[in-house]
């Protein structure tokens, strides 16, 4: 059981942690730290901690679970310097950096196992920084990335998860390979072409004193996140350099092929272009925050008979694997219908696959 928990860094994600914790279980002492005394004394103030930390490691003899919510450079000295701090026998260390390959790197290089690092990782946040800026419900809804590794068991991501329950977030498992791609794709090279649009239009104000008056909405919903932490997304980039090296590659041929569409006046080409972001846009799933679909879907031929769903179901539950959903996407007219199982994690769908193969001849595929 889990009663008391150190967060350091007490900033908008360190912050909301805190509070969604609060306000879930009141009974969880929380210990936090910032190395800037105005933010912990302010988390305090608005009850976000129960006591303040006055040096990076206290007495951390009675801490059940600490989170690392400072940005993403600190957070590898702060494991390495974990290292030689005299920890609870079965502490749970975390972090919720917005790149993980280096981060779980550095845990498993320096805490080697013997301190339980589990790297995670809330897909939602703001343009705002700061302690002041942090909500309990941040994260509801969004997906919670964590990359858990050998060295950790079900039980003790459970034990995160149950502590976490309050952000009411939707937790999803990766790899840190698979996390720094997507987010790559998604969060950090978007904020990179955000920062240069708005530099564009800089660049052109001397010659058009009207672009600042001018830009309105489109330019402002797209820029809109070019107004987050430069400190932050310097660490990030640093961090994730070699997907984003690949992007800025993707990128620059994207715009090439744009760019001769528009200059050899390509009217169909266009509207293809603009049709297809169009739908590929349109079809994101609405009431997310993150933009991280669950991807971990499994289609299973099954004869189309009564019962067929709670026979797989049955299998599933035997072996203990968790469904976040299940639903029959076509019926063809012959015997067999299609069953879509989605799982959390792609551990849980390989171990599907194994249960189904075990149990029966359905056949199953990705797609
Ligand atoms: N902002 C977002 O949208 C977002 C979303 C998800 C994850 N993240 C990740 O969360 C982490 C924190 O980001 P944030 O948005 O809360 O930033 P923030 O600036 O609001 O908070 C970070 C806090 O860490 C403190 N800090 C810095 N170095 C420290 C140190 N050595 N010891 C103790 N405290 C220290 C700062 O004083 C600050 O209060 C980053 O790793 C970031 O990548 C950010
Ligand atoms: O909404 C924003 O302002 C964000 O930038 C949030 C955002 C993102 O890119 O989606 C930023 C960084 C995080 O690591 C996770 C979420």
């Not at 703001?126 to 919670?144: D, M, Q, T, V």
Request: glycine share 6%.
């Amino acid at each position: 059981m889990v009663k008391k928990v150190y967060i350091i860094g007490l900033g908008l994600i360190g912050g909301s942690i805190a509070l969604s914790i609060k306000q879930k279980d009141p009974s969880i002492h929380i210990l936090g730290f910032d190395i800037n005394e105005d933010q912990a004394n302010l988390a305090k103030r608005i009850g976000a901690i129960d006591e303040i930390a006055t040096k990076l490691f206290p007495d951390l003899s009675s801490v059940d679970m600490i989170f690392l919510s400072t940005p993403v450079q600190q957070t590898t000295q702060i494991i390495e310097q974990l290292k030689s701090e005299q920890l609870k026998k079965d502490v749970i260390v975390t972090d919720v950096g917005s790149t993980k390959v280096k981060i779980v790197e550095c845990a498993n290089q320096h805490l080697n196992g013997k301190i339980k690092f589990i790297g995670g990782h809330p897909m939602a946040g703001s343009h705002k920084s700061g302690i002041l800026a942090a909500k309990p419900h941040l994260f509801e809804n969004a997906f919670y990335i964590l990359t858990p590794s050998q060295y950790v068991t079900q039980n003790d991501v459970d034990l995160l998860k149950s502590v976490l329950e309050g952000t009411k977030a939707n937790f999803i498992e990766m790899t840190p390979n698979e996390h720094d791609e997507v987010t790559g794709v998604i969060s950090h090279f978007p904020h990179i072409v955000a920062a240069s649009l708005v530099y564009q239009a800089k660049n052109h104000e001397e010659q058009f004193p009207l672009v600042k008056r001018l830009a309105a909405g489109g330019f402002r919903d797209i820029t809109r996140i070019a107004s987050s932490s430069p400190s932050m997304w310097r660490d990030i980039l640093l961090h994730n350099k070699e997907p984003l090296l690949h992007l800025f590659d993707e990128w620059i041929s994207e715009m090439e092929r744009v760019k001769a569409f528009v200059a050899n006046e390509e009217a169909d080409n266009l509207f293809s272009y603009f049709q297809y972001a169009k739908n590929y846009r349109d079809g994101l799933p609405e009431k997310q925050k993150g933009a991280i679909p669950s991807f971990y879907d499994l289609f299973v031929d099954v004869p189309d008979y009564p019962g067929v769903i709670s026979e797989i179901t049955g299998y599933l539950a035997k072996e203990k694997i968790s469904l976040t959903n299940i639903r029959i996407i076509e019926t063809r007219e012959e015997i067999y219908g299609v069953l879509r199982l989605s799982f959390q994690t792609e551990r849980d769908r390989e171990l599907a696959i194994d249960c189904i193969n075990k149990y029966c001849a359905y056949e199953t595929f990705i797609m």
